[in-house]
């Protein structure tokens, strides 16, 4: 099957400054792909280059086969939902949303009756008279998607289309964009800093930084067996315990305790151990670990989330997060207990730079 | 006690920062006698043109006179339409090239722009003597040249003054265009793009009405300061091109009489009909675009 984009060393500049720096990304057709990274790693300008709003310095980039690289926008298969909309404020919501077909010719009934139809698609039914401006925030969201999706688009691309709403309406608008994109079956590329939204909407994402391609795959692949600590780190909460890499099968950490940890490199590498929060256990001292491995702490401070706690738990040389659920029954440790921090050899991963 | 009350009132009514007490009325004060300094002139200028009285500043009863022999008068005319002619060409050319100057400005990157940016904004520094001499030795030179190599009969007239009041409009027209551009995301083009418009469709469906008031109110202050200039169009006219200000201008030499305030009330009456047919543009375009329009 044909890649709906395949992207293969590209660059681009800008001056100096080096924003996407020789990437391969294939993204395949009907999948809902997330771009993620911190602000300024390049996933825009990525996604610019998709649309055509930017040319790559180099490389080459083909959309269902076709190369595309110095194609303008209005001659690629794809169409955009900006950030912060960009809806024509002198419009509509049907002629925002009629916009593109006019410009493809389309005769006007035509057009007014599949704009009538996307307005509908997106719940936005009897608002197609209103402007731009008396519409709320997710009601203008919602027609920045019917425009595009209007033009029935191979690729749709997304730049950060939740950012600008409040959590609620987020969660709400992330369930139905995944809803959508499934009904319609057409390849949905979503770039946004926010790896929880990632994580939740995408099948599969790739995570940047600096203008480099970090890591690709699905969400538990990236959670599971992140790349290297910036992915680690990143991507869900974690500590990064410091050590050196002892053989294949062992790290020795700062403090001089060894700890199983599998990763294939050199001995004597600086790595990280990363063990999320949620995945270490607290017990007394004298617990018996059989197979785990274990390292002495003391309880410094404890967080209350509401369905969890997070106990801050000070070792030699760092301080780590420890998450437990709360549920009935469950152990309370004081701040200044004694306690050991456990976890099973299987959940954490070495990590390098 | 209701002074009293009448202050605890006040204090509710307006905000903290309002003015108030005798603050207040010192303001109001001066606000009125702002407004008598800018407008006492022109009641007094309306009011002598109708005086039956050789001399200005004498009442010599209710006459239209003076307005009958503006209008009777054969100079006056030609000089009015000579005015109007100007003011229509040089508004026209200069409305498009200072719109697509501040296009180029603020949204192209290009070599030299910001010796451009500082260059476009020197007719509007400079002072207008200045600019009348430089323009009264261009036309002088180049008319010559062009003459002498393409034999040409090229004379100071119409053209001179209209590309000199192009010259300096353009400067105009682009600051105030350029401000309403400023306001406008650049995103609104790159999604028209994206929407399969062309450059130009883009321009035309998005941009343009985006930036259509700022090009209406480009134009009226283009109109409006080539309507007025009596400096650069009087070094840079030929024979048969006085326009109504330097005909004015000329009368004076001749004597003040009320004649010339009849003439500058029909050109105050043109100014004030000009701004308020951009405010009725204005909001004719504002209620239609919000009627409901499907396409």
């Given at each position: 099957?044909?890649?709906?984009v395949e992207i293969t060393g590209i660059t681009k500049r800008f001056g100096d400054v080096v924003a996407v720096d020789n990437i391969d990304l294939t993204i395949?057709?009907?999948?809902?792909f997330a771009l993620l990274g911190p602000s300024g790693c390049g996933k825009t300008t990525t996604l610019r280059m998709i649309a055509g709003l930017e040319f790559p310095t180099q490389g080459s980039l083909?959309?269902?086969?076709?190369?595309?690289g110095?194609?303008?926008?209005?001659?690629?298969?794809v169409?955009t939902?900006f950030q912060?909309?960009?809806?024509?404020?002198?419009?509509?919501?049907?002629?925002?949303?009629?916009?593109?077909?006019?410009?493809?010719?389309?005769?006007?009934?035509?057009?007014?009756?599949?704009?009538?139809?996307?307005?509908?698609?997106?719940?936005?039914?009897?608002?197609?008279?209103?402007?731009?401006?008396?519409?709320?925030?997710?009601?203008?969201?919602?027609?920045?998607?019917?425009?595009?999706?209007?033009?029935?688009?191979?690729v749709?691309l997304l730049d950060e289309p939740?950012g600008?709403?409040?959590?609620?309406?987020?969660?709400?608008?992330?369930?139905?964009?995944?809803?959508?994109?499934?009904?319609?079956?057409?390849?949905?590329v979503f770039v946004t800093h926010d790896q929880?939204e990632a994580?939740?909407?995408s099948?599969r994402m790739a995570v940047m930084n600096d203008g480099k391609l970090l890591q690709v795959g699905?969400?538990?692949?990236i959670?599971?067996?992140?790349a290297n600590?910036f992915v680690?780190d990143f991507i869900?909460?974690?500590?990064?315990?410091?050590?050196?890499?002892?053989?294949?099968?062992?790290?020795?950490?700062?403090?001089?305790?060894?700890?199983?940890?599998?990763?294939?490199?050199?001995?004597?590498?600086?790595?990280?151990?990363?063990?999320?929060?949620?995945?270490?256990?607290?017990?007394?001292?004298?617990?018996?670990?059989?197979?785990?491995?274990?390292?002495?702490?003391?309880?410094?401070?404890?967080?209350?989330?509401?369905?969890?706690?997070?106990?801050?738990?000070?070792?030699?040389?760092?301080?780590?997060?420890?998450?437990?659920?709360?549920?009935?029954?469950?152990?309370?440790?004081?701040?200044?207990?004694?306690?050991?921090?456990?976890?099973?050899?299987?959940?954490?991963?070495?990590?390098?730079? | 006690?209701?002074?009293?009350?009448?202050?605890?009132?006040?204090?509710?009514?307006?905000?903290?920062?309002?003015?108030?007490?005798?603050?207040?009325?010192?303001?109001?004060?001066?606000?009125?006698?702002?407004?008598?300094?800018?407008?006492?002139?022109?009641?007094?200028?309306?009011?002598?043109?109708?005086?039956?009285?050789?001399?200005?500043?004498?009442?010599?009863?209710?006459?239209?006179?003076?307005?009958?022999?503006?209008?009777?008068?054969?100079?006056?005319?030609?000089?009015?339409?000579?005015?109007?002619?100007?003011?229509?060409?040089?508004?026209?050319?200069?409305?498009?090239?200072?719109?697509?100057?501040?296009?180029?400005?603020?949204?192209?990157?290009?070599?030299?722009?910001?010796?451009?940016?500082?260059?476009?904004?020197?007719?509007?520094?400079?002072?207008?003597?200045?600019?009348?001499?430089?323009?009264?030795?261009?036309?002088?030179?180049?008319?010559?040249?062009?003459?002498?190599?393409?034999?040409?009969?090229?004379?100071?007239?119409?053209?001179?003054?209209?590309?000199?009041?192009?010259?300096?409009?353009?400067?105009?027209?682009?600051?105030?265009?350029?401000?309403?551009?400023?306001?406008?995301?650049?995103h609104?083009?790159e999604?028209?793009?994206?929407?399969?418009?062309?450059?130009?469709?883009?321009?035309?469906?998005?941009?343009?009405?985006?930036?259509?008031?700022?090009?209406?109110?480009?134009?009226?202050?283009?109109?409006?300061?080539?309507?007025?200039?009596?400096?650069?169009?009087?070094?840079?006219?030929?024979?048969?091109?006085?326009?109504?200000?330097?005909?004015?201008?000329?009368?004076?030499?001749?004597?003040?009489?009320?004649?010339?305030?009849?003439?500058?009330?029909?050109?105050?009456?043109?100014?004030?009909?000009?701004?308020?047919?951009?405010?009725?543009?204005?909001?004719?375009?504002?209620?239609?675009?919000?009627?409901?329009?499907?396409?």
């Amino acid at each position: 099957m044909t890649a709906a984009v395949e992207i293969t060393g590209i660059t681009k500049r800008f001056g100096d400054v080096v924003a996407v720096d020789n990437i391969d990304l294939t993204i395949a057709d009907g999948e809902f792909f997330a771009l993620l990274g911190p602000s300024g790693c390049g996933k825009t300008t990525t996604l610019r280059m998709i649309a055509g709003l930017e040319f790559p310095t180099q490389g080459s980039l083909k959309i269902f086969g076709d190369e595309v690289g110095t194609l303008p926008p209005n001659k690629r298969p794809v169409n955009t939902v900006f950030q912060n909309y960009a809806l024509f404020p002198h419009l509509n919501a049907l002629d925002n949303v009629a916009f593109g077909l006019k410009m493809q010719g389309v005769d006007k009934s035509t057009a007014r009756k599949r704009a009538l139809e996307t307005i509908d698609l997106v719940q936005l039914t009897g608002m197609d008279a209103r402007k731009p401006s008396e519409l709320s925030g997710g009601q203008q969201q919602r027609v920045a998607l019917a425009r595009a999706l209007v033009n029935q688009p191979k690729v749709l691309l997304l730049d950060e289309p939740l950012g600008a709403l409040d959590l609620k309406l987020r969660q709400e608008m992330q369930g139905e964009l995944k809803n959508l994109q499934q009904n319609l079956g057409v390849s949905f590329v979503f770039v946004t800093h926010d790896q929880e939204e990632a994580l939740t909407m995408s099948d599969r994402m790739a995570v940047m930084n600096d203008g480099k391609l970090l890591q690709v795959g699905s969400p538990e692949e990236i959670y599971e067996h992140p790349a290297n600590r910036f992915v680690a780190d990143f991507i869900g909460q974690t500590n990064l315990l410091e050590g050196r890499v002892l053989d294949s099968e062992t790290v020795c950490l700062a403090n001089g305790a060894h700890v199983t940890g599998t990763s294939d490199l050199p001995m004597g590498t600086e790595v990280a151990v990363s063990l999320r929060p949620e995945r270490a256990h607290l017990g007394p001292r004298d617990e018996t670990h059989s197979r785990q491995a274990a390292v002495d702490g003391v309880v410094e401070s404890v967080t209350y989330l509401g369905n969890a706690r997070v106990y801050h738990v000070r070792f030699d040389w760092m301080v780590i997060e420890v998450r437990e659920e709360n549920r009935p029954g469950a152990t309370l440790h004081e701040p200044g207990t004694p306690v050991s921090v456990s976890w099973d050899p299987s959940a954490v991963s070495v990590v390098a730079d | 006690m209701s002074r009293l009350l009448n202050k605890t009132a006040n204090k509710t009514a307006g905000s903290a920062v309002e003015p108030h007490g005798w603050t207040k009325g010192v303001l109001q004060a001066n606000g009125w006698l702002v407004y008598a300094f800018f407008y006492a002139p022109i009641l007094l200028l309306v009011i002598f043109s109708f005086s039956d009285s050789r001399n200005v500043g004498v009442w010599g009863g209710f006459t239209l006179d003076w307005y009958e022999g503006f209008v009777d008068s054969q100079q006056t005319q030609a000089a009015l339409w000579n005015s109007v002619k100007i003011a229509t060409v040089s508004t026209g050319i200069s409305v498009v090239l200072g719109t697509m100057s501040a296009l180029a400005l603020e949204r192209f990157k290009f070599r030299g722009k910001q010796v451009f940016d500082a260059l476009l904004y020197l007719p509007i520094i400079i002072p207008d003597v200045t600019m009348a001499v430089m323009m009264l030795l261009f036309f002088a030179e180049f008319f010559d040249v062009l003459n002498a190599v393409f034999g040409t009969e090229l004379r100071k007239g119409f053209s001179s003054i209209a590309l000199s009041h192009i010259a300096f409009s353009i400067s105009f027209v682009s600051v105030v265009v350029r401000a309403r551009l400023a306001g406008m995301s650049s995103h609104l083009e790159e999604a028209a793009l994206d929407l399969y418009a062309t450059r130009w469709q883009a321009f035309r469906f998005v941009t343009f009405p985006q930036i259509l008031p700022g090009i209406l109110g480009g134009a009226l202050l283009a109109m409006t300061i080539s309507l007025d200039d009596v400096v650069i169009t009087q070094f840079v006219t030929g024979p048969g091109w006085t326009t109504l200000p330097v005909y004015v201008f000329g009368l004076i030499r001749r004597g003040v009489t009320p004649l010339i305030n009849a003439v500058s009330v029909v050109m105050l009456m043109a100014s004030m009909t000009l701004v308020a047919l951009s405010l009725l543009v204005e909001r004719v375009r504002n209620v239609g675009t919000n009627q409901r329009r499907g396409f």
